[in-house]
């Protein structure tokens, strides 16, 4: 397991590595920061002071070199826009962002895994197909329409939620969420449900698989035969074979509940990472562009790694073959 997690960790220093490199020359070769930071009559030392001052007059290689040694030591450059560490403002909107992505993924869990249970132990029925024509919806409709929808229904038409902003946040355990008062739980509803709609639809589908997969193997039948009831049977037996795809796949779309929150937080006007790189890339905001997708890149290989070591955990087929 050591040597897994080492060769993994080896890998992961040579994606960012390469993704470093592809996302400055792309971000870099890009239009010219100095047209939006300057009013259009200014002079050309004002140009060349600014340049300077940021680092542009360098050539690209040697911006990109500059780059990659502060990147180790964690500094990404400072905002065009807002003038402080990259990194920084970054950090600063990541909470807003990741509780979004939690609140979003323990919706799809809760409402998901029963869903898929109640449909995969009832094969054909109508409850089954009344749950995979939502699951299909939910996968067919796109995520910027199903979020006006909401606002249209649930802020407009019906008064009973607030549609824009995080609210008002409150301290729990040192830290500031939207858990800790109504009003940031009120904001939260909307977005959070905009952007677990999709993984709802894939968890349910999942579940039901594995629930239909698992329920004809003889383990099953020893264990009617041993007169456990169909409960027992199904949450514990049953559900203990259907988690490890369940991990896999819900790890890994977490990291893709953070990297594609941007609509969903654009429509929201959720002040997280996916509206600031919005913003960003329209002011031309090179070192947020490049920490924010690197910051991204790094949250994937953390998660997949967490996942790999859980999947081990809880096949130990898989721990067989890694030593």
């Given at each position: 397991?050591?040597?897994?997690?080492?060769?993994?960790?080896?890998?992961?220093?040579?994606?960012?590595?390469?993704?470093?490199?592809?996302?400055?020359?792309?971000?870099?070769?890009?239009?010219?920061?100095?047209?939006?930071?300057?009013?259009?009559?200014?002079?050309?030392?004002?140009?060349?002071?600014?340049?300077?001052?940021?680092?542009?007059?360098?050539?690209?290689?040697?911006?990109?070199?500059?780059?990659?040694?502060?990147?180790?030591?964690?500094?990404?450059?400072?905002?065009?826009?807002?003038?402080?560490?990259?990194?920084?403002?970054?950090?600063?909107?990541?909470?807003?962002?990741?509780?979004?992505?939690?609140?979003?993924?323990?919706?799809?869990?809760?409402?998901?895994?029963?869903?898929?249970?109640?449909?995969?132990?009832?094969?054909?029925?109508?409850?089954?197909?009344?749950?995979?024509?939502?699951?299909?919806?939910?996968?067919?409709?796109?995520?910027?329409?199903?979020?006006?929808?909401?606002?249209?229904?649930?802020?407009?038409?019906?008064?009973?939620?607030?549609?824009?902003?995080?609210?008002?946040?409150?301290?729990?355990?040192?830290?500031?969420?939207?858990?800790?008062?109504?009003?940031?739980?009120?904001h939260l509803i909307l977005p959070a449900t905009n952007l677990a709609?999709?993984?709802?639809?894939?968890?349910?589908?999942?579940?039901?698989?594995?629930?239909?997969?698992?329920?004809?193997?003889?383990?099953?039948?020893?264990?009617?035969?041993?007169?456990?009831?169909?409960?027992?049977?199904?949450?514990?037996?049953?559900?203990?074979?259907?988690?490890?795809?369940?991990?896999?796949?819900?790890?890994?779309?977490?990291?893709?509940?953070?990297?594609f929150a941007v609509v969903t937080e654009t429509i929201f006007a959720?002040?997280?990472?996916?509206?600031?790189?919005?913003?960003?890339?329209?002011?031309?905001?090179?070192?947020?562009?490049?920490?924010?997708?690197?910051?991204?890149?790094?949250?994937?290989?953390?998660?997949?790694?967490?996942?790999?070591?859980?999947?081990?955990?809880?096949?130990?087929?898989?721990?067989?073959?890694?030593?």
């Open positions: 397991m050591t040597a897994f997690v080492i060769r993994r960790i080896f890998q992961a220093a040579l994606v960012l590595l390469a993704t470093a490199v592809i996302v400055f020359i792309g971000v870099y070769a890009i239009g010219d920061p100095l047209e939006i930071l300057l009013p259009g009559d200014a002079t050309m030392a004002e140009r060349e002071a600014v340049a300077q001052s940021l680092g542009l007059d360098k050539p690209l290689p040697v911006q990109f070199f500059t780059f990659l040694g502060n990147a180790v030591q964690g500094d990404f450059g400072r905002s065009f826009v807002y003038n402080r560490p990259a990194v920084d403002v970054i950090l600063e909107r990541l909470p807003a962002t990741l509780e979004l992505a939690f609140t979003a993924l323990m919706i799809s869990l809760i409402l998901g895994i029963p869903l898929g249970l109640w449909a995969g132990t009832k094969p054909q029925s109508g409850v089954d197909e009344t749950i995979m024509t939502g699951s299909i919806l939910g996968f067919s409709m796109p995520n910027f329409w199903q979020g006006m929808m909401l606002i249209m229904v649930f802020s407009v038409a019906l008064g009973w939620l607030p549609s824009t902003g995080r609210g008002e946040t409150g301290t729990v355990l040192g830290m500031r969420t939207s858990f800790a008062t109504w009003d940031g739980v009120a709609l999709g993984q709802l639809a894939l968890v349910i589908r999942l579940t039901r698989t594995g629930v239909q997969e698992t329920m004809p193997l003889d383990f099953v039948k020893f264990a009617r035969a041993r007169g456990l009831s169909e409960t027992r049977i199904l949450l514990v037996h049953v559900m203990k074979n259907i988690l490890i795809p369940i991990v896999t796949v819900i790890g890994v779309e977490f990291g893709s509940l953070i990297a959720w002040p997280g990472v996916g509206k600031l790189i919005i913003d960003s890339i329209g002011a031309l905001d090179r070192p947020i562009v490049v920490a924010y997708i690197l910051v991204i890149v790094a949250m994937f290989i953390v998660i997949n790694l967490i996942v790999d070591v859980l999947y081990s955990l809880l096949d130990p087929r898989v721990r067989a073959r890694a030593a």
